[in-house]
């Protein structure tokens, strides 16, 4: 059994919106741990941080080139690499990312031909199932905040014309709901909250409601008719049906804000198809997370079969947790320290079951645990990074 | 090589509902790590376990007299016991329970004169601050259960189960931890099971509306909503228990078959100024011997004179609701608890943690009663820890 000596982070090739880099208190909480730590050159620079900022004078902090960082015994990156830059991994590197065995079977194949020893992040799991590398907190919070950015334009501290609390309807009541109503209930941020209750503003009301609720067409009618902003915080068991058809769009005050928490993909190609919870909203990015109903993108977006004719100002984006990159990173690297710590200390082949609780939860998010767990029950899974 | 360590499990003796011990499984992993276990004659048997259920899981278990389990070198008991009992205690002894040094400075000062080392579950804190022993989330399933369950037989016609009815409409007060709970407790009418069952039957779901501190106050809000409450949920953290977030005017625009859930349990408390009131003003605190209150019920003639019942709706409120549902409750304490006794048994004891050592060492060293620095703990966290100091 080997013991990974070496750890390399490349950086992300993602859209440019797109800065999530590890800070440098983890590289050195990392290198502290006994192992050199090979960062690629660059790394950071687009949050503004240099290679001095990793190094600190830590000898175990080296500066490295892409392709090195990935040869490394593990390499460590938040978003999973393209599919081309897969080959840039060397057999039997650790390679640690969200990898999204349950929705890439593709990518499951490749790591398993290039003898990738992989462990997806979103698959670290305690002994009850829960993921234990996640931020979904945070892709509520991001989500709503932008969802409130966007209505105090209309309404200058978020008062409401008739000083009524804002309304705020949430469909789904899983783990990303939750968080939606404490963001909800909060304006989105904890400080534009403060400010808005100590100049006696009405605050936010937050209608959280499920399945059996939403697909009620009537009772939807009323409810959306008050909404100022629509949450979809779904997880849809069937994702080939819209929770909310397009013509209900229509339903939404002019005014109102819809927020795509949900973050499925249109995927007409497949069958059956896979089509988006709000039905004709577009898909955002770091990039664009904004489109008002007069945006140009929506038409580019939105596939032509789709339909779209009832548009709402709407906040979507794949990444919502990269919304604020530091507090995201600095969040994962909290998650992350004791599983490096039992990696460092166990080895990839080491891993087991029978181990400690943070071995445990590790272990489970192997390829090879995956690929043991898929012979017996196949999966489905929310990605959120 | 560690010396073993040795375990005394006391049972709790407080109101006759309190049934919880830790499960078998878990008394027979303590073992497997390599302590010593002593329980008290009878543990577990409020939930129906026999001494030979334990010795089957772990046949090196052993029982023993309270007397001789308070004498272990290790004491672990879920609940606090009296201070009556604390004196039972060796110097020495280090005492693994739900201690609460924020709140109780005199507990705090009665074990460090007994030389007494504590373990505060309810401190035992990850990197972050936030609690690694908790179970907040039975404070509001089992809360939520009890109160859908007197609402079925409250709901007026067409009846609770009918397809025909509207939606219930649950109100949340208060989203932090336990109302974020709360929230999908309610919208599952508390139990999956029910949950399912009315869904396949098409009968309309529940539709919660949460509502912040901040605004739960604000008079002319609270009130439309509450006249259209079927169940009233208070998951309130207040930063000043002496106002009550809804006085008991307001309870009168409640539709009369109308549940109120208590899940945050703060006590009235007229001995200390400013006097402790509950948030919702004039309902009656229960236990676990009495957590349902009809509104003729005599525990609201009990109350305090200084405290308005003229509005009554049926009441369900618990002092430690995740004890409604014992096993459930240990098993989930039990499976938090277990890699903090793994870490502590590996490592030889208390002594022998490092607090700048891997991350259950840290945790466990956080919630050392030697390092416990309470002359320096902020009013903001003290208020903080009162309020969830009521819920295992």
């Known amino acids: ?131 234990m590398v996640e931020n979904m907190k945070a892709v509520a919070w991001n989500g709503l905040e932008a969802a409130f950015d966007s209505l105090e334009k209309l309404w200058p501290d978020l008062v409401r014309p008739d000083k009524k609390p804002i309304n705020v309807l949430i469909l789904g009541t899983g783990m990303v709901g939750k968080h939606a109503i404490e963001a909800a209930t909060k304006l989105g941020s904890v400080e534009r909250n403060n400010d808005h209750i100590a100049s006696n503003g009405s605050g936010a009301v937050a209608v959280s409601i499920g399945r059996n609720i939403a697909s009620n067409a009537g009772t939807m009618k009323s409810l959306m008719e008050q909404a100022d902003i629509l949450v979809d915080a779904t997880q849809r068991r069937d994702a080939s049906k819209p929770v909310v058809p397009n013509t209900w769009i229509g339903w939404l005050p002019k005014h109102a804000v819809i927020v795509d928490l949900a973050v499925d993909p249109y995927l007409l190609d497949v069958d059956p198809p896979v089509v988006r919870g709000v039905e004709g909203i577009p898909q955002g990015n770091l990039d664009q997370y904004v489109f008002s109903a007069e945006d140009p993108n929506w038409d580019k977006l939105v596939p032509a079969s789709i339909p779209s004719q009832h548009r709402r100002t709407t906040v979507s984006c794949y990444s919502w947790p990269g919304v604020h990159p530091e507090a995201c990173m600095n969040h994962y690297a909290q998650q992350l320290e004791p599983f490096m710590e039992v990696l460092i200390e166990k080895g990839y082949d080491g891993l087991s079951l029978e181990g400690t609780f943070f071995e445990r939860a590790l272990y489970r998010a192997t390829l090879k645990a995956w690929m043991l767990e898929e012979m017996s029950s196949p999966h489905s899974a929310r990605e959120t990074d | 090589m560690n010396q073993a360590i040795t375990i005394g499990l006391a049972r709790m003796h407080m109101e006759v509902g309190e049934r919880r011990d830790f499960l078998p499984s878990f008394v027979a992993r303590l073992v497997r790590h390599g302590s010593k276990v002593v329980l008290e004659h009878g543990y577990g048997s409020g939930m129906g376990f026999a001494e030979d259920d334990y010795q089957t899981a772990q046949s090196n278990v052993q029982f023993a007299g309270r007397e001789e389990v308070l004498e272990q070198e290790y004491v672990l008991v879920l609940r606090c016991p009296p201070d009556s009992e604390l004196k039972q205690l060796r110097a020495g002894t280090t005492l693994i329970s739900m201690l609460h040094y924020p709140t109780r400075p005199e507990r705090v000062e009665l074990l460090r004169s007994l030389k007494v080392e504590g373990i505060s579950l309810d401190s035992i804190k990850d990197d972050n601050g936030k609690r690694i022993i908790e179970n907040l989330k039975s404070v509001a399933w089992n809360g939520l259960e009890a109160g859908f369950q007197v609402l079925s037989r409250t709901y007026p016609t067409p009846g609770f189960e009918s397809g025909d009815r509207a939606p219930i409409h649950a109100t949340v007060l208060g989203v932090g931890a ?96 400013p ?113 969830t100091s009521n819920k295992e």
């Open chain 1, 1 to 131: 059994m080997s013991l990974p000596r070496s750890i390399g982070f490349p950086r992300m090739k993602n859209e440019p919106g797109e800065k999530r880099v590890f800070l440098p208190e983890f590289i050195q909480f990392i290198a502290n741990l006994g192992v050199k730590v090979y960062v690629e050159e660059g790394y950071g620079s687009r949050s503004g941080y240099t290679f001095n900022d990793y190094k600190r004078s830590n000898s175990n902090v080296i500066m490295c080139r892409r392709e090195e960082a990935f040869q490394k015994d593990v390499a460590v990156v938040l978003r999973s690499p393209k599919p081309d830059e897969f080959q840039l991994v060397k057999r039997g590197t650790v390679l640690i990312s969200m990898l999204h065995y349950p929705t890439r079977p593709s990518r499951v194949e490749s790591l398993k031909e290039l003898g990738i020893n992989a462990i997806s992040l979103d698959s670290i799991a305690d002994d009850r199932g829960l993921r």
């Open chain 2, 275 to 387: 006097p402790e009131v509950k948030g919702i003003e004039g309902i009656p605190q229960g236990n676990l011997d009495q957590y349902v209150f009809e509104p003729n019920d005599p525990a609201f003639e009990s109350l305090s004179n200084f405290v308005s019942t003229t509005n009554r709706r049926h009441v369900v409120s618990c002092y430690s609701w995740p004890g409604i549902h014992p096993r459930d409750c240990m098993e989930s304490y039990g499976n938090q608890l277990r890699p903090i006794m793994r870490k502590l048994i590996e490592k030889g004891g208390v002594q022998n943690i490092n607090p700048k050592g891997l991350y259950f060492e840290r945790a466990i060293a956080r919630a050392t009663l030697s390092r416990w620095q309470g002359t320096e703990q902020s009013e903001f966290i003290k208020t903080k820890s009162r309020e």
């Open chain 2, 178 to 273: 336990v109302g974020m709970h709360a929230v999908q407790a309610a919208s599952r009418y508390g139990k999956l099971q029910l949950w399912q069952s009315l869904a396949s039957r098409g009968v309309p779901g529940v539709q919660v509306t949460a509502v912040d501190y901040d605004v739960a106050s604000r008079e002319h809000i609270l009130r439309e909503i509450l006249s259209n409450t079927d169940i009233l949920v208070d998951a309130t953290q207040r930063p000043d228990t002496s106002r009550y977030v809804i006085p008991n005017e307001w309870i009168a625009d409640m539709p009369s078959h109308a549940v109120i859930v208590d899940l945050s349990v703060d006590p009235y408390n007229f001995d200390v100024t």
